[in-house]
């Protein structure tokens, strides 16, 4: 039996198995803490797409298809979301923390990354989302303060009152389950501590309050204990600690993280593995970035760009591996730079500047310059990384979803594990494991598997032999 | 038993099997039609290195790693030519054709590529490889033409001059075996006509002087006839005609081609998948190259830009696939610029704007410019690529090896099947032909396959189930 | 007595002289031959801007401030507008001709270049603007037809038809004076022919349809007829034609072009002499532009791209001076591409790679990316061409005005003159004619004339003498 | 009389006049306080030329034309050098101080700006210039140390050794006159203080080691003492004190600086004042600089970039004007980026973004990539200001020579003036000098002076009155 007519079983199964359990029946609470560029852009999107009223555009989950083998050359490939369950758009209700009051509609303006014209039929249904009270602490962002913020005494007070939220929300809109996606601000540069290093050290350290719990890990606290899968949009050291790892995978809940791989890491990522796979070598990779909107002024407060630089720089060496390569990679210079630029608004500029050598040792480089929109390349993400979540706690899946590296600028390995950074890679784990969840056979039949080569031909591909 | 394990087996095995049948044991004959920038900046850079005087940067049969699975997470993951059966470059004699009477020293010199001060020491070796007289039809190359010519009745005459051409090379260097490498100019375009359609209407053709046969076709006809694989790095039509791939069949003999792809369009074939893994739409994409090299020259002449132009265009659809994805490439310009522009010498300079669209159809730009060697990018290919096809000669193959596509801008496909551009997913066929031709088995241990993927980190990359 | 008081007392002069002769007093027709994306940008913003509604950025007239000398350091230099008697935006009343029957909001709106958002208050002001019947031929512009043309038995009829166009227009706005702006298309190239000799030749061709007449021709014969000063804001030919030079010093009629100075050839003639004053050799400029507009469609056609190309070709030579410097400059290669890209619209981009070479000859390269708005750069000139024609022809001045070489690609030079490119030192001729026309005595104070470095501190400049 | 022909008296005046006073007859010692990179690119490059081995491109006195008027348009305009009276580069010897003790051909060959197969020819004499030991204070420049320098008790006495050094060297050497130009290392930020408000408050100071004396301060001070025109190529502060200002007009010695106006800053010079010609507004210019030799990793230190970064900053001010023109300048963003890149070497690469806005306010972007070799474009405006340092000291001059200004990134203004940094404005107080100092009448014949645009078309300009 090809892949194709597995596939096809698989819809069947999907579909049975689905009805059976109900569990993609219900409607899906997408919560998010941090109502800002991104979490509005995502939410008033996601609005307008359901609406028919705008695109999806970037979405794997919305637009992408399967990748088929070759029993049907010519048949279309089945969108992504026929052949996995995955809830529908108008499943989602969409709520969140912010520490401004604004609704969502102001913030989505505020934000200047869709224009008004756009917002303008969705005011209604966006000025009706209003942000919960946020956990808030000024030691993890300097440069911005607001006044819709929870009192509380105790960190673990505080946790409390979110599971609080959680469930409230849950109840008053009718939600069967419920998914967490921090799109707050980046904090400052936590190191990992004796507090971070079991659950019970933590939970002694909320209730104790201690200075290396941020807000980023309480939120990540509140949803894991609420059986509420979490998604961590920032760098923010959350989840990538030993005690929260224990925790989700105790409690049963899956996450992934950290930091929405969008603008020039994503180009990165892309460019570095074919340079590499050529056996270029690389002198010096320089980047700066301008950007002017909320993010660009947190990030100018150093703490919080050291958090974003750490996340940033790491990406290179694993795909270029200079341990393995010292002739190609051993000297390479590598630089980011992030200025924060105000007429841009969310219209963020890359600039790379990559010095590489070839044949002989020749000097050649290579320019890249992205202007690209910051909130615009996040939204889809946030809406796949929703939906994806959701299965996998649907499909049973627990802690660290290392398949959703694909989105992440920092993908979390597990213990002992090498992180995978080159798109392309990141892009088969994805479909590996959607193949398993949509209980398509992971074999194939041909020796270089075009069922997993998306964006070509899908006809098959022969091998001499 | 793990894939390392495996491959040391296959390298024992191949030792074994090499020392007994004496095939990597003796003289390769690499022979080029064609002794201009490419063709003498291969030539002088691998004399150069099998002297230590330079790196074969580049070439990933020279440093290129098998990528390995997760048995040995700290190991160091063998190179390819360390695995497979190569020949060694001390193992390489090189000779060639070209219509002018430059030996391989002036030729270099006259190319501008390398620097005098890095030829100097290669002087003497380099002078000792003066061309045999070409095959050449001033009606196919419209812009040069020189005096080291073949002097013919019929171009069956000019063929079996060749072949006598090619046997004398390997007995008076005491070649056991030869490969091929066509780096001879970009000769007008040709339709696929009835002379094309079966190697006997050809061998007609080859007697009657047919027209539509190019020098081209009538080295790719002799090197086959004398059982030698044939590369073609141009996008002169040779081996993509029934006729030729009938002749390689019969006679046993692989081949692969056509048009090396190291610029702008190995730029695009690295870029494309990864916008289209993320789904963004593409509205058009701007390609303009300055060159000023004899190449340069030569594609001046709209016959010879035009086999370049469909070579270059073909590339992004099979890429985006608007067929089955309208909403995002339906609407694509694509617009291919190549001017002749003399200040740049073979420093070949492409720049690229790409206009891309996201969520809900908010517009964005990629510009990429490379300021490349065109023969610095081009030389390491024609080494892996000689290599590559005495390998699969070696052991056994035939016919069109796509496995190869990886090196080409036109991959050669299989009739009913689909080419492959995107450069991972060249990448992936490669290295999977690799290992079946290393003897290693195919099928992996983990469900998305760390074996292939070269660049990341090998360690073992767990699925939850 | 130093110059600001002169040109207070100028200022003084000017307000007495022309309440005296009532000359700026009254309405100022503006009429259009092409109601495209230049004219509606044009209209709309002008509009707007007298309603406060934006700001006519871009326009020397009204922003620019006149240099002054030395007197009073601190004193803010007045405003140009304040100094030369201009007209008012309030007394501009806009007309056209099109071959399409839109108004100019229907037009403003299919241009895209102004957003619906800014044109919207606009509306009903620009629905009243409608184009007269267009003089056409579609010899002389092959890709585009219209309905909105006259019919006419001979060329002469259509220049009468259009004299009592302007006429009736004037008439029925209440305005006392007039001038024309060509917007229309870029016409197919026109070699200069016996009927292009004299006024005497050129009737004759018109009474009998000679080939060699465009429209642009019959346009700006029609306005000098009526007393109507001419400006040509494209390449096409016209007033560089003895016949109408020799017209227009006839009737005492001022008219400047040719080809509004926007985007790439702005920046040359920006670029260029910064390098030729240091001393700077370029052995390649290459430029390539990609836009979308209904120009960019027009010059797809090879006849109107050779209007253009010549334009923008000559722009360097007259910079560079290969003649007095071969060995910086006498082996400049120069190439010009306008490609037609739909995805830019108005939205023009321009990228420039110029190959310099410094001390000891060793190269260096600039490269310069322009996302310009075509529309948006030319608008600004128009207004200022408009009103500055205006002032000509009420100071009486007559025949070509070299002053405003400022403004163009292809400024016109008078009979066995040179044409001046430089950007600057045609800031320097504007200056100095303002300067004239506004009755302040041109002779300076000091060495290096502090009162015509109108961007640099205007306090007083030493010199040891 | 016409300019030319005045002109022509004025070379034969000046050959007269100099062979009278035999000024431009003898030897002329050209002393470099740091022999690094640009001072052995000047030195090597100058050698090369005298011997007809590299032209001195980028030399505005070895290369330019002076402008001349309209009598004789057809004329070639004559050479700056062969109007006014320059030092042959026959008639330079050259020497300077430096902390390492490396020769003129080992500080070439270490910089790496020009090739060994250019040096080799020129390396026995470049190998005879070996520095004197230096004044050195770490305190000034924290990134390197060297063993070649001067052990002093005061300030005082090392600015006598100094005064010591310039005299013997001129006796050794012949030399009937001698300039200094400072190429040493930038020095960290110096506020001005007491010490530098007068020649005695400095002395007082050398006497007693005051800390704000910098060694570039003691090299002027002894220039100045032995007559000695004094330019300072680095943004050190020196000159720029009233003590130094005193002492210079004092002893009658001419002096200019500072810092060369090279890279980024001199395309600043040349695109913002055509931009603000237009009248268009800049919201933001960014610009971002790489790279890698040693003046980079000396402005690594945070003290020495203040310096730079001060001297980088203020151009843009100047020539927009906010104050004046605030609607279109008042909230422009202006950043500066320098980057020590050590993959580039001696080859800067400047990157700048310029955010604009035109008609109605709509924004546009210019962006400009500058890949200069930094030495390359320092080395000729040593040349031409040693040169013309030592033409003013001839001709009477002293103190600030502010038409110098041409060259400079901070050029030094007069007290009380302001600072001219557009470069077309600047050349004009150049050539403006140069004719006085050639004894041509400065007072021209036409309205817009074509003898003072020396890239136009030099015949002449007509206007209409
Ligand atoms: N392409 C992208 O935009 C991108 C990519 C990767 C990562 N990110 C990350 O996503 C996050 C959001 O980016 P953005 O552009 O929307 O920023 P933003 O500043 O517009 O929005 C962040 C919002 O979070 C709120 N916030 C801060 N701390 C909070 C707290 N403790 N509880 C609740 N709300 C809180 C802020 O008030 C603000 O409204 C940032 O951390 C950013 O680094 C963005
Ligand atoms: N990056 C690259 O350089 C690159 C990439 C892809 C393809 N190619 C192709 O490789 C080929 C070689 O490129 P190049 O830069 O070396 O060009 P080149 O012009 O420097 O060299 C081609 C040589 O082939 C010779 N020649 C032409 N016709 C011949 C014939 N019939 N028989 C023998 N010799 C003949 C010419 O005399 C010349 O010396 C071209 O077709 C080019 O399009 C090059
Ligand atoms: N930056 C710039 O936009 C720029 C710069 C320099 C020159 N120009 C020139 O300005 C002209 C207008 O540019 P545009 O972008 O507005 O083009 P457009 O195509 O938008 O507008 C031209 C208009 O002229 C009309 N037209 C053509 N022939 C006509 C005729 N004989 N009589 C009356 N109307 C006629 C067309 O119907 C069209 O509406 C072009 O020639 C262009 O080359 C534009
Ligand atoms: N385009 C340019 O290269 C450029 C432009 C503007 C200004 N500059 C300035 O010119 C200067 C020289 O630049 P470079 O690239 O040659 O730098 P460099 O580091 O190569 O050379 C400077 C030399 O000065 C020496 N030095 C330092 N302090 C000294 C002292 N007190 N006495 C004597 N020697 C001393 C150093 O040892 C070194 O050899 C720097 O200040 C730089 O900022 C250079
Ligand atoms: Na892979
Ligand atoms: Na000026």
């Known amino acids: 039996m090809g892949i194709n007519a597995r596939l096809e079983r698989s819809i069947v199964n999907r579909q049975a198995d689905y009805s059976t359990n109900g569990k993609t029946g219900g409607k899906l609470a997408v919560l998010l803490p941090g109502l800002g560029a991104v979490g509005t852009t995502f939410i008033a999107g996601a609005i307008a797409a359901r609406r028919g009223l705008g695109a999806p555009i970037g979405s794997l989950t919305q637009l992408g298809r399967m990748p088929v083998s070759a029993d049907a050359p010519d048949a279309m490939p089945p969108r992504i979301k026929d052949v996995v369950g995955l809830a529908e758009l108008d499943d989602l209700v969409f709520g969140g923390w912010d520490i401004f009051e604004d609704n969502c509609y102001e913030a989505a303006c505020n934000a200047g990354v869709l224009t008004r014209d756009f917002l303008a039929p969705l005011q209604e249904e ?162 700066t970035n301008i950007l002017g909107n909320r993010d660009g002024l947190v990030l100018d407060d150093p703490g919080s760009f050291k958090t974003k630089e750490e996340s940033k720089l790491s990406v290179l060496d694993s795909i270029f591996r200079p341990d393995q390569n010292p002739q190609l990679y051993g000297d390479m210079h590598h630089k980011v730079r992030i200025d924060y630029y105000p007429p841009r608004g969310d219209a963020k500029e890359g600039w790379d500047n990559i010095d590489i050598f070839g044949w002989m040792g020749y000097p050649m480089q290579i320019k890249v310059n992205f202007l690209c929109r910051d909130s615009i390349l996040a939204a889809p993400l946030v809406l796949d990384l929703a939906l994806l979540a959701d299965l996998a706690q649907r499909k049973g ?18 213990p002992g594990e090498g992180v995978v950074h080159a798109l392309m890679a990141q892009e088969r784990m994805l479909f590996t494991q959607l193949r398993i969840l949509a209980d398509a056979d992971v074999s194939v039949d041909h020796p270089w598997d075009p069922a997993i080569l998306p964006n070509t031909d899908s006809r098959e591909l022969r091998s001499d032999r």
Chains 1, 2, 3, 4 share one sequence.
Request: charged letters at 20%.
């Open 126 to 287: 966006l000025e009706a989302i209003r942000p919960m009270k946020a956990v808030f602490d000024p030691a993890f962002v300097r440069n911005i303060t607001g006044p819709n913020v929870k009192k509380y005494k105790t960190k673990m007070d505080a946790a409390e009152a979110l599971v609080a939220d959680i469930e409230r929300f849950m109840a008053q809109n009718g939600c069967a389950r419920a998914v967490g996606v921090w799109c707050g601000s980046t904090e400052v540069f936590v190191d990992v501590e004796p507090v971070h290093a079991s659950l019970k050290a933590f939970e002694a350290g909320l209730r104790g309050n201690d200075d290396a719990i941020s807000p980023t890990m309480i939120y990540a606290y509140a949803h894991i204990k609420a059986g509420v899968p979490f998604i961590n949009s920032a760098p923010n050291r959350a989840l990538n600690t030993p005690a929260l790892v224990e925790m989700a995978e105790q409690y049963g809940v899956p996450f992934a993280g950290h930091d929405l791989k969008t603008g020039q890491t994503l180009m990165k990522t892309i460019l570095a593995p074919g340079i590499a796979s050529r056996q270029l070598g690389v002198s010096g990779w320089y980047s």
């Open 397 to 414: 899946q627990s802690g660290n979803q290392t398949w959703l590296s694909y989105y992440f600028k920092s993908p979390q390995a597990d």
